[in-house]
């Protein structure tokens, strides 16, 4: 099921993964881009923000620093990276770069 959801075209796209030290690989991402609403005191910020999904099996261990380029774009991810119930899916929390 996670394959065809990655394999899937209006789900999915090809990226580059780019970690800090290593080699690039093109890897498949879910890219979502949530709006997030932060409350601080009386007021509530808003603001946008991209996360990815992406497979273990292309990615063994992301880090905070590496990158994510698709096309012209590139994302730094910031964070801790989190695995989903099942360990198969990564959700980064990323950054323009």
């Not at 996670?2 to 498949?28: C, E, H, I």
């Amino acid at each position: 099921m996670v394959d065809a959801l990655f394999a899937n075209a209006s789900m999915a796209v090809d990226a580059s993964y780019v970690p800090v030290a290593g080699l690039p690989a093109t890897v498949r991402v879910v890219q979502k881009r949530p709006d997030i609403v932060t409350e601080f005191g009386a007021a509530r910020l808003w603001s946008e923000s991209t996360i990815f999904d992406l497979r273990v099996s292309e990615v063994a261990a992301p880090a905070q620093g590496d990158l994510i380029t698709i096309g012209a774009a590139s994302f730094v991810i910031q964070g801790e990276p989190k695995l989903d119930r099942e360990r198969l899916i990564w959700t980064l929390d990323t950054r323009p770069a």
